[in-house]
């Protein structure tokens, strides 16, 4: 959630500038459960779930995702955008990678590599094996007019997305 936010800031504050006016903003973002256990991220002792660091964790995903959808909905009300959704599912997969689509033509994927971390949370310090992706490159994919590998990679993640999306996915109430 947090890379996403930090992505669509400056388009969505070129909507608001007038400098950009789509027609629609349709956002759907998958985020993993924090309700549930995981695998990873884990601490590092014993490699088992950290209800305390999925807390953390949510409370982080909160606010990266309400701050999204306050400003596309802000776009709207203020009728710098005719229609706007964003929609939020969570699953109950790690997430082990990051996958961007832009309208279904051009993806942009990333791994979140382990690597061990200490976090704070309420005054305690966890010594995890964190998913850390803020710094992880990523990969740009086009689909275009031909069979190219780009076009396949694009076609794929979409349907990766949707797969997980309409079946396992459950709505997120923001």
Aim: with cysteine; charged share 25%; hydrophobic share 40%.
């Amino acid at each position: 959630g947090e890379t996403l936010a930090g992505a669509i800031q400056e388009p969505l504050d070129k909507i608001r500038a007038g400098r950009l006016t789509p027609g629609s903003i349709a956002i759907r973002v998958l985020i993993p459960d924090t309700d549930r256990e995981w695998g990873l991220p884990c601490l590092q002792d014993g490699l088992k779930d950290s209800p305390e660091f999925r807390e953390r964790a949510a409370a982080i995903v909160s606010r990266s995702i309400e701050g999204m959808a306050a400003s596309v909905g802000e776009l709207q009300s203020l009728g710098l955008v005719p229609k706007a959704t964003f929609e939020v599912r969570a699953h109950q997969s790690a997430a082990h990678f990051k996958v961007y689509i832009l309208n279904r033509s051009e993806a942009f994927f990333g791994f979140y590599p382990v690597t061990a971390n200490e976090v704070s949370h309420k005054g305690e310090q966890l010594k995890v094996w964190d998913l850390l992706g803020k710094d992880s490159v990523l990969f740009h994919h086009t689909r275009g007019d031909d069979e190219s590998l780009g076009g396949a990679f694009v076609e794929q993640a979409q349907g990766w997305f949707d797969s997980v999306w309409g079946s396992v996915a459950k709505p997120l109430v923001l």
